[in-house]
């Protein structure tokens, strides 16, 4: 009973993340909905300027915190609502209100960590035992998983709280601010196209610029594999000095 009850706030994320994703609320921020209906929604935000930013802040803390797929779909929005600025402000405070919520969620589910972790933590308890600082850095820099399965790991491992906020703060927004940037391209872009979607979008700068950048990033966990696998093989391929 004891286990059920810590786990009982993870378990209501999970419910709460099943419910907003079969609502629908993912389809009608589609970069085409959000097109066809742009004067209304330029009017809405005019209309309750305040109440339209603590919504969005609030809808995306709510979809960080159940670890629902499809989040980059509401940075995207807020960039084509917001603009890079202000979206890039909301959607940093809402990811890292909404990965706290989770972290905490989980860490009190997991308890001590006494039973065996998921494949995913065992993996990297080793490294994080090590260079936890660096490791977390790395783990919110670099997509090497998606972000709400990282935050589990990093709940189980018991990272230290305010390594985690400040590495999901800082972390998530570098990525958050090109995400941003692609829905604020995207939305000027269909607009010119009249919300029609088509190869000529991808070869506009402000979208195909933010698009790079985080294909770099995606990349980086490759890069760094590679580059310490290559020194790993130079230390084991160097020549032990004979003693005299």
Same mark, same amino acid.
């Given at each position: 009973?004891?286990?059920?009850? *810590?786990?009982?706030?993870?378990?209501?994320?999970?419910?709460?993340?099943?419910? &907003?994703?079969? +609502?629908?609320?993912?389809? #009608?921020?589609?970069?085409?909905? &959000?097109?066809? %209906?742009?004067?209304?929604?330029?009017?809405?935000?005019?209309?309750?300027?305040?109440?339209? #930013?603590?919504?969005?802040? !609030?809808?995306?803390?709510?979809?960080? +915190?159940?670890?629902?797929? !499809?989040?980059?779909?509401?940075?995207? *929005?807020?960039?084509?609502?917001?603009?890079?600025?202000?979206?890039?402000? $909301? +959607? +940093?405070?809402?990811?890292?209100?909404?990965?706290?919520?989770?972290?905490?969620?989980? #860490? $009190?589910?997991?308890?001590? !960590?006494?039973?065996?972790?998921?494949?995913?933590?065992?993996?990297?308890? %080793?490294?994080?035992?090590? %260079? =936890?600082?660096? $490791?977390?850095?790395?783990?919110?820099?670099?997509?090497?998983?998606?972000?709400?399965?990282?935050?589990?790991?990093?709940?189980?491992?018991?990272? =230290?709280?305010?390594?985690?906020?400040?590495?999901?703060?800082l972390g998530g927004t570098v990525s958050l601010i090109f995400e941003t940037s692609i829905g604020a391209g995207l939305g000027e872009a269909l607009a010119q196209s009249h919300g029609h979607f088509g190869l000529g979008l991808l070869m506009q700068p402000r979208v195909w610029m933010p698009i790079s950048a985080i294909a770099v990033?995606?990349?980086? =966990?490759?890069?760094?594999?590679?580059?310490?696998?290559?020194?790993?093989?130079?230390?084991?391929?160097? =020549?032990?000095?004979?003693?005299?």
């Amino acid at each position: 009973m004891s286990r059920l009850r *810590a786990a009982l706030p993870l378990i209501l994320l999970v419910i709460a993340g099943i419910a &907003l994703f079969s +609502s629908g609320v993912m389809d #009608r921020l589609h970069p085409e909905q &959000l097109v066809q %209906h742009q004067a209304q929604i330029r009017a809405d935000i005019a209309t309750a300027p305040w109440l339209s #930013r603590i919504t969005f802040i !609030g809808l995306l803390t709510l979809a960080m +915190s159940t670890g629902v797929p !499809g989040t980059v779909i509401i940075i995207m *929005a807020g960039g084509f609502a917001f603009g890079v600025v202000e979206g890039s402000i $909301y +959607s +940093s405070i809402g990811l890292t209100l909404g990965t706290l919520i989770l972290f905490l969620a989980s #860490r $009190y589910a997991f308890g001590a !960590g006494s039973k065996h972790p998921p494949a995913l933590v065992d993996k990297l308890h %080793h490294g994080f035992e090590r %260079h =936890p600082v660096a $490791y977390t850095m790395f783990l919110r820099f670099v997509p090497v998983a998606p972000f709400g399965l990282v935050t589990v790991a990093l709940a189980w491992l018991r990272c =230290p709280l305010w390594l985690f906020l400040g590495a999901s703060w800082l972390g998530g927004t570098v990525s958050l601010i090109f995400e941003t940037s692609i829905g604020a391209g995207l939305g000027e872009a269909l607009a010119q196209s009249h919300g029609h979607f088509g190869l000529g979008l991808l070869m506009q700068p402000r979208v195909w610029m933010p698009i790079s950048a985080i294909a770099v990033l995606a990349l980086l =966990p490759l890069l760094v594999e590679r580059l310490v696998r290559r020194r790993q093989n130079a230390l084991d391929n160097t =020549p032990a000095h004979s003693q005299d």
